[in-house]
């Protein structure tokens, strides 16, 4: 099934999902300003944010975003349950996504939790896009969307290639911030704002 928009900015049915994880350099705080805010008290899913910012200085992330969301945001922490809510990567973390009883979980998001790791620098990265990413395709299959808002690098191709080998939904900022370019396991479309 294609899901080409019947109208610009509209997609046909999706499938449904569990999570979202969304990634961003640093230039990509307002792109995810913006959704946060759009996101109303009422949205159940459980959002998770790797954003790039510099690795040896506090972050202002959730207060930033808490301060203009309706919905709850929190940094992070090792073990956490996943609920619903943004939760941001902290500064020098790769954030995943895992369930105890390891590999490809399809039940929900209710039994998944979060794991900080210092692992290496992926793609010079640390919170990694891809690290994120690649755990949430694991964990959640089909049922995850993955956002990439802006970059400098690649950090998030390899991770978004995941999510769409697995079934997900996948969608990349528009170079130009005009438009989202967004796929799914059977092409891709242009949706404007």
Do not use: W
Not at 121 to 132: A, E, K, Q, T
Request: proline share 7%; with cysteine.
């Amino acid at each position: 099934m294609n899901h080409a928009p019947s109208a610009p900015g509209q997609l046909s049915t999706l499938a449904p999902v569990d999570a979202i994880v969304l990634g961003a350099s640093a230039g990509g705080v307002d792109a995810l300003l913006a959704i946060v805010s759009a996101l109303p008290s009422s949205f159940m899913l459980p959002v998770v944010a790797v954003v790039h910012i510099p690795r040896y200085k506090p972050s202002l992330l959730v207060q930033v975003l808490g301060a203009r969301a309706q919905i709850a945001v929190r940094e992070a922490e090792d073990k956490d349950v996943l609920l619903p809510g943004l939760v941001i990567a902290p500064p020098d973390y790769h954030v995943l996504l895992d369930v105890d009883s390891g590999g490809l979980h399809l039940a929900g998001a209710q039994d998944v939790h979060l794991a900080l790791s210092n692992d290496e620098l992926v793609s010079y990265c640390r919170p990694s896009i891809d690290v994120l990413f690649q755990s949430a395709a694991d964990v959640f299959g089909p049922r995850v969307a993955g956002v990439v808002l802006t970059g400098a690098n690649d950090d998030g191709a390899l991770g978004l290639q995941a999510i769409k080998a697995n079934g997900g939904l996948c969608a990349v900022q528009s170079p130009d911030g005009d438009a989202y370019r967004a796929g799914d396991t059977e092409g891709t479309v242009f949706l404007e704002r």
